[in-house]
């Protein structure tokens, strides 16, 4: 595996109290069932606006944030996402849309437009039992992706972004996804791979206090027999078999590794037919620090209007010496001048990782906090607050055995 010097990046500034992006989770009502997933189905657990609005002033109370991620279960089972959508924007957010798209259709898109909505991020991959597609790879359903983008290109100026989680045997899907982003990226601003985590009882034990907790009643300790260990420098490693120049730009590290890689950012520049280079950790700082400065918080997603800008950041190149070699690869030829040149962000997020210590290594500053009664919570650890009222600890296997025994 590569390695990756996390001091050669920007470290996002991104923190608690102080982020780019914010998660709501209006309803934890799902339509399909895939592998992998760190919410239980539930369905009839739709929140009433007024909860919804008491969640919004919680974040409005203790973070500043650019986007709303709307997530679930699926946002848009919800009877008033249309609503949900306005009160966001109302709040002065970007309303982002989580979904896995099945229940979106033109005229729900109109409306959600209409409301405000900025962006969609769809989770599509291979293991959501999804009909129609069970049998298809990370690669054929680019086609499926594909339908998507052109739906939120015809509606206009929506941002548009896909993730997928990655598991052991889809890794090697990863760099032709990334290759399909590509020739898409005038119609594709992001491409987000979240790798596979499960509760890893062989190794760790959890404990609430001093009672020791059965993870089976956990919806993400299904026996899901798939590596969990994959690290972030690894996806880095197989893109890099079609990109050899692929380079990374931010990171986010994790809460008790700070050399880890939980948010790793790249921000590329391209055509359909080219990608003439990726920003540095200079303009990337640049771009935060300045949106922070004039706007009051960080940059969170950025619309087709503003992606299609790319020749605009070059100017950037004065601070950065990796945008500099993009500058001159892109103006080599002249006639470039005449062409559009654009933005794609490629996002590699690592979740939890237990170490062999029992600490858990968080991501550090999370972008996807949630509320739950009040209080600000990771996101993915929900079922942990609605099983028990906490998050677990968790300690290497028989620890506390035999440190009992040698009391």
Request: glycine letters at 6%.
């Amino acid at each position: 595996m590569i390695k990756l010097n996390h001091l050669d990046y920007y470290r996002l500034p991104w923190n608690l109290t102080d982020n780019s992006i914010s998660w709501l989770e209006p309803t934890a009502k799902c339509n399909l069932s895939c592998d992998g997933c760190y919410r239980k189905n539930e369905l009839n657990s739709h929140k009433s606006l007024e909860i919804i609005r008491e969640e919004l002033d919680t974040f409005n109370k203790f973070r500043k944030c650019d986007g709303v991620s709307i997530a679930g279960g699926d946002p848009l089972l919800h009877p008033n996402i249309v609503e949900i959508v306005k009160m966001v924007k109302e709040y002065g957010c970007k309303p982002i849309i989580n979904t896995n798209g099945l229940a979106l259709t033109k005229d729900l898109l109109k409306e959600l437009k209409q409301a405000g909505v900025y962006g969609f991020t769809f989770h599509i991959d291979s293991k959501q039992n999804r009909p129609g597609w069970k049998d298809k790879n990370e690669t054929e359903l680019n086609e499926l992706r594909y339908q998507y983008a052109v739906m939120l290109k015809e509606a206009g100026n929506i941002s548009c972004s896909f993730n997928s989680t990655v598991y052991e045997d889809t890794l090697q899907y990863v760099p032709e996804m990334v290759k399909w982003a590509e020739k898409n990226i005038e119609i594709v601003q992001v491409m987000v791979f979240i790798i596979y985590r499960a509760v890893n009882t062989t190794e760790a034990e959890y404990y609430l206090g001093p009672l020791k907790i059965d993870m089976n009643k956990l919806v993400y300790n299904e026996d899901y027999k798939a590596r969990v260990d994959i690290k972030a420098e690894e996806v880095v490693q197989e893109i890099r078999t079609i990109y050899s120049d692929f380079d990374p730009c931010a990171y986010l590290n994790g809460s008790e590794q700070p050399d880890s890689f939980k948010w790793l950012l790249t921000g590329r520049l391209g055509t359909k037919k080219k990608i003439f280079g990726y920003m540095g950790a200079k303009s990337m700082e640049v771009v935060q620090s300045f949106h922070h400065m004039f706007n009051g918080r960080y940059l969170a997603y950025s619309s087709p209007k503003m992606t299609r800008k790319g020749k605009s950041l070059l100017t950037l190149s004065l601070f950065d010496k990796k945008l500099r070699k993009a500058f001159w690869k892109f103006y080599k030829n002249p006639l470039n001048i005449f062409k559009r040149l654009h933005y794609q962000s490629v996002m590699i997020i690592q979740p939890i990782d237990v170490l062999d210590d029992g600490r858990q290594n968080m991501c550090d500053g999370c972008p996807d906090i949630t509320v739950w009664n009040g209080k600000l919570v990771w996101s993915c650890r929900m079922e942990e607050q609605l099983n028990f009222g906490y998050n677990l600890r968790t300690y290497p296997k028989d620890f506390l055995k035999d440190k009992k025994a040698e009391i």
